[in-house]
């Protein structure tokens, strides 16, 4: 299973995902006002929207907190926030996308910069790392949505590139700008999915032993504590030894 779904999977077993459950709601809310802020409040006309409400949903977020989100949209008391992204390296020279949504470009490049330093890490300049990365739509299924080949026929008749099946699940993957209509289309084969977001997906990885990985994890921890970080991204490989290690 790639990179960035291992990674998934590590953060689960060490209990971040109920330990970090009030940040993740609130970064999803935050993608949601932005969402709503920037095109028409009803997710059915927005489909940036529409991804972050059917993201929100995936992740158990609360309707009234979703609602809560989309109303704060139109107000006009709502933050502006501006989208940044950092791109620097980690241990072994494995490189990071680091993507922020703040209402401070100067106190988040400050964390941003101070955080590879203090662990590690080198942040570098925009499109240092970013070529080793196709942007991408990802839609997750559980391995109960069916087996490989049906999966398979179905991602191909909703119009996906690729699909990477395991015994952990599925992982659909399409072209950035087609990620509603193929989630859409999905929906209706598969019923609704695991996960529904935009990716970075590494064209390139750089394999990592056990040292080098307790690193990474401990850069990325750092850097999605921070309130204005959304998603971290890595191309890191590792043997599943290192991985069982972990």
């Given at each position: 299973?790639?990179g960035?779904?291992?990674?998934?999977?590590?953060?689960?077993?060490?209990?971040r995902?109920?330990?970090?459950?009030?940040?993740?709601?609130?970064?999803?809310?935050?993608?949601?006002?932005?969402?709503a802020?920037?095109?028409?409040?009803?997710?059915?006309k927005?489909?940036?929207l529409?991804?972050?409400?059917?993201e929100?949903?995936?992740?158990?977020?609360p309707?009234d907190?979703?609602?809560?989100?989309?109303?704060?949209?139109?107000?006009?008391?709502?933050?502006?926030?501006d989208?940044?992204?950092?791109?620097?390296?980690g241990?072994?020279?494995?490189?990071v996308?680091?993507?922020?949504?703040?209402?401070?470009k100067?106190?988040?490049?400050?964390t941003?910069r101070s955080?590879?330093s203090?662990?590690?890490?080198n942040?570098?300049?925009?499109?240092?790392?970013?070529?080793?990365?196709?942007?991408?739509?990802e839609?997750i299924y559980?391995?109960?949505?069916?087996?490989?080949d049906?999966i398979?026929?179905?991602?191909?008749?909703?119009?996906a590139?690729?699909?990477?099946?395991?015994?952990?699940?599925?992982?659909?993957?399409?072209?950035?700008?087609?990620?509603?209509?193929?989630?859409?289309?999905?929906?209706?084969?598969?019923?609704?999915?695991?996960?529904?977001?935009?990716?970075?997906?590494?064209?390139?990885?750089?394999?990592?032993?056990?040292?080098?990985?307790?690193?990474?994890?401990?850069?990325?921890?750092?850097?999605?504590?921070?309130?204005?970080?959304?998603?971290?991204?890595?191309?890191?490989?590792?043997?599943?030894e290192v991985?069982?290690?972990?």
């Open positions: 299973m790639a960035h779904s291992k990674w998934a999977n590590i953060q689960h077993r060490k209990g995902q109920d330990a970090a459950r009030s940040k993740l709601f609130s970064k999803l809310a935050k993608e949601i006002t932005v969402a802020k920037m095109g028409d409040p009803d997710p059915e927005n489909p940036r529409r991804l972050a409400v059917k929100a949903k995936s992740q158990s977020v309707k907190v979703i609602e809560r989100a989309i109303k704060k949209s139109m107000g006009g008391d709502a933050e502006s926030y989208e940044i992204r950092y791109e620097g390296y241990p072994n020279g494995v490189a996308i680091v993507e922020t949504m703040t209402d401070n100067n106190r988040t490049a400050s941003v955080t590879f203090k662990n590690g890490g942040l570098g300049e925009t499109g240092s790392v970013g070529f080793m990365f196709e942007r991408k739509g839609v559980p391995a109960s949505a069916g087996d490989a049906d398979m026929m179905a991602a191909i008749e909703a119009g590139e690729d699909v990477e099946s395991s015994e952990e699940g599925h992982i659909i993957y399409c072209a950035d700008t087609d990620l509603n209509e193929v989630s859409g289309a999905l929906e209706t084969d598969l019923g609704e999915s695991e996960s529904t977001k935009l990716i970075w997906k590494p064209t390139t990885t750089t394999e990592l032993g056990l040292e080098d990985m307790q690193k990474l994890m401990k850069l990325v921890d750092a850097l999605e504590d921070d309130d204005d970080v959304q998603r971290v991204t890595t191309n890191f490989e590792a043997t599943d991985m069982a290690q972990l």
